[in-house]
Nanobody, 119 residues
Framework: QVQLVESGGGSVQPGGTLRLSCESSRNILELNTLGWYRQTTGNPREMVAVITPDSGSPTYGESAKGRFTISRDTAKNMVLLQMDNLNTEDTAVYYC????????????WGQGTQVTVSS
């Protein structure tokens, strides 16, 4: 079992920045993937960015490329999302995800944090 707690959401003007944090109850080096998804009302969750905890290798969704940076802090068991140059289309609930492979795939989600970009 893995509990994920997100923080750092809020409201910002277009062009602004936010940094999301997600703390894992489990040592993140025991996990296979960490990442961030987002969702707006009536739409499926969209992959923002994921990272491999041991290597730190990131993968970005199209909307995040060039603006967002995912990283992890192995000492604090956290995954971070630095979001720069935000625009109104980034408004969504952002969810932290952890994936563990142990004979089958286990997915764990955080409770979500709201990000609102408006002028």
């Amino acid at each position: 079992q893995v509990q994920l707690v997100e923080s750092g959401g809020g409201s910002v003007q277009p062009g602004g920045t936010l940094r999301l944090s997600c703390e894992s109850s489990r040592n993140i080096l025991e996990l296979n993937t960490l990442g961030w998804y987002r969702q707006t009302t009536g739409n499926p969750r969209e992959m923002v960015a994921v990272i491999t905890p041991d290597s730190g290798s990131p993968t970005y969704g199209e909307s995040a490329k060039g603006r967002f940076t995912i990283s992890r802090d192995t000492a604090k068991n956290m995954v971070l999302l630095q979001m720069d140059n935000l625009n109104t289309e980034d408004t969504a609930v952002y969810y932290c995800l952890a994936i563990l492979w142990a004979r089958r795939k286990y997915e764990y989600w955080g409770q979500g944090t709201q990000v609102t970009v408006s002028s």
